[in-house]
């Protein structure tokens, strides 16, 4: 029987996505014909992680739900057909493409649009907007004939937007009208930290500036700014805000907003009680939320309200943790204490770029509000804490600081929480919700909760809680947790290693046969072979049928289907003769070349069959491989120390080449990296690697456990003013301790964070050698410096494996499908289907 009433949802953005998600979850389908109309070609998609279009991410990566399971669902999409028109004395609605349907409620979940400042000049070629995926088609296209651009807004939008034209080789800027950046969640000093760490990135910003025009012939060449300033460039990125889409409401003689927003009140509902408005495009209280927890909240509500609820929305949270441009930037609560009556406490650390602010009420028992910048790992507890007016401790400064002089950490962890604590505030999702999942349910992981509860599905912000709430609750309910390698070894990664190493297997197919079953999978496979290497330290390519893709081929694929080659240059110290050399080799494969963070030079553009002849050339020209492409040591870099450098204490270069010397090859369950700094200014990093030599007055500080990346986590201290030998002996026990103990594919900082006892049952370990096997670990390492050999040469040197590198099985000829393109005298790959 046909349904007697439509619902018509007008938009289909996140928000207007997730209304269907929570109308179909509440069974509202069984009253309503559900219609939705699209204002874009495509489905819904995740604007949250748009800027991941930018890093391999496709646009069908980024759906929030592919339009056949709208269909599947009951719901009649119609995509590409805005709704231009509503007449709400017919209670219908008319679309561009001229469909009229009528409706008994009406949702406007219409959204947001990037503001478009009124500049002379914004219509030029080369002005672009950071909004759609089309706009990001745009931009990709515009910047492969540029060199300079510069982004409008220094907000969390515009922050994005400078990276994605970093990543696409442009010189960067960023104009902000404001004195600081994100002004909105940042005080002053957090925003200085996170200009100047920006700033790092080779991104220039500038404050303050008003645009007075852009000028140009047809297309952008510069930017004119009210206090006379200009700065040139190719192309202009705006994203200087939202503007809310509530041209309908308007034009339907909805109430709106003076600047802009949909009036509604605590259903949601607008003047017309029966036209709803939620997402960007809402004005409650005279608040647009720009965030997508709240439009997810506002969603539930609307449905909740015609499924016959009485579920009202209050003032939402707008705490939020965010990665800018690789720095953890986080604010929540009030970040500035508009209380009058408060204290705050301070932490900054320069040298490391962190910023944290603490704001706590007078009585010194309630955590107000805060802000983080460079390190936001407490930003979790932080808002729980504020959130639930948990009582503080009596050194509220542990909160940014940590527990000090031995002491334990404050409280009892995520189990402490009330049950009401609401962890995921995309999805409403609170502790008493996650626990009674995983003991109910009996989950054993993450991906469990995902799909039980939908917590972590939103932004992803609370997945490191949702974490530890599942190993909390499973050994507070006295459950074993899970940590057999894979299915087919019911066995952990350190119980297999030990298996190893006891019965001198040295074979992936004999361990499955004696201790596995079934065929294996793409998580035992590399982690075995891993595990081989890193026992009887043979050539990766001996278990070269169950290798990822990389270790198979011992270069690192890239884009377009070719490989980059990268030679080892232990410390970055390279002769004339050897540069020239690759020089000469780079030209004759054509290879792009390109000098790397870790002081090396990668060659990209090789083609599989090409691989030997290159290495062997390197070879003949005394390099190496550097193993850019195993889970093993990558490098160790240096500044120039006491040989050059008028502060340097030691000589660093020295000692960062006898180190990569030592453990080149050494593989590991994750990568590698160390640096050796001459003096504490640091210049080669080492406290943001997995181990880091830093010299003093005395000798060396050896630190361990640092990280970069996506995670980035500081070194802790090992052991102070300590000789070289020392070091070097600590040095062997830490890694080999590691490798023992580490589960496949953690970091050295996620394994620290692990270790029951932390970095003083570490040190106990390494130091005071309580456990032992100090002398073992020594010549476990030994063993593995003892029987090193290059891969490459090995290759080279072996007909059987070389014959392995080519494009096809059955031919010699290369891969025809391979295209570059030119790019400021060298060449790029053309993206495959281009």
Known sequence: MKKLNNLVIVGNGMVGYKMCEKLIEKKVQDEYNIIVFGGEARPAYDRVHLSEYFSGKSAEDLL?????????????????????????????????????????????????????????????????????????????????????????????LGLEAAKALMD????????????????????????????????????????????????????????????????????????????PRDELARESGLEVGPRGGIVVNDLLQTTDPDIYSIGESALYKGMIYGLVAPGYEMADVVANSLAGGSKTFAPYDMSTKLKLIGVDVASFGDPFCSEQEHQHIVYEDKTKGIYKRVNISSCGN????????????????????????????????????????????????????????????????TKGDICSAVTYNNLEDVAGIKKCTKAGTGCGGCVPMLNDLLTATLKASGKEVNKVLCEHFGYSRQEVLAIIKSTGIKTYDELLAKYGSGDGCEVCKPAVASMLASTWNEMILSQDTIQDTNDRFLANIQKGGTYSVVPRIPGGEITPEKLIAIGVIAKKYDLYCKITGGQRIDLFGARVDELPLIWEELIEAGFESGHAYGKSLRTVKSCVGSTWCRFGLHDSVTFAIEIEERYKGLRAPHKLKSAVSGCVRECAEAQGKDFGIIATDKGWNLYVCGNGGAKPQHAKLLASDIDKETCIKYIDRFLMFYIRTAEPLNRTSTWLNKLEGGIEYLKDVIVNDSLG????????????????????????EDPSKRKRFTHFVNSTIADPTIKFQAMRDQKKPVEWGA
């Open 168 to 243: 696409l080789g442009l010189e960067t800027h960023v104009v902000e009208f404001a004195p600081r950046l994100m002004p909105r969640q940042l005080d002053e000093k957090g925003a200085i930290m996170l200009k100047e760490k920006i700033e790092s990135l080779n991104i220039s910003i500038h404050l303050n500036k008003n645009t007075k025009s852009i000028d140009g012939e047809g297309k952008v060449t510069k930017m004119v700014f009210a206090d006379g300033s200009e700065l040139e460039t190719d192309m202009i990125v705006v994203s200087a805000g939202i503007k």
């Open 366 to 429: 309630y955590l107000l509000g805060g802000v983080l910048v460079g390190d936001a790992k407490d930003y979790n507890m932080l808002l729980q804490t504020y959130k639930n007016a948990i009582i503080l401790p009596p050194t509220p400064e542990d909160l940014i600081l940590g527990p000090r002089g031995g002491a334990e950490s404050v409280g009892s962890g995520v189990l402490s929480l009330p049950d009401a604590a609401l962890i995921c505030s995309c999805e409403n999702v």
């Open 64 to 156: 929030m739900a592919p339009a056949n399971w709208y269909k599947e669902n009951g719901i009649t999409l119609y995509l590409n057909d805005p709704v231009v028109k509503i007449d709400r004395e017919k209670k219908t609605i008319i679309s561009s493409k001229g469909q009229s349907i009528s409706y008994s409620k009406l949702v406007l979940a219409t959204g947001s649009s990037c503001f478009i400042p009124s500049i002379p000049g914004i219509e030029k070629d080369g002005v672009i907007a950071y909004r759609t995926i089309e706009d990001l088609d745009d931009i990709k296209s515009y910047a492969a004939k540029s060199k300079k651009g510069v982004v409008i807004g220094g907000g969390l």
């Open 773 to 796: 096997i100090g002398e073992q670990l020594e010549m476990e390492m030994q063993y593995m410096v003892d029987t090193y050999k290059c891969e490459w040469k090995d290759v080279v």
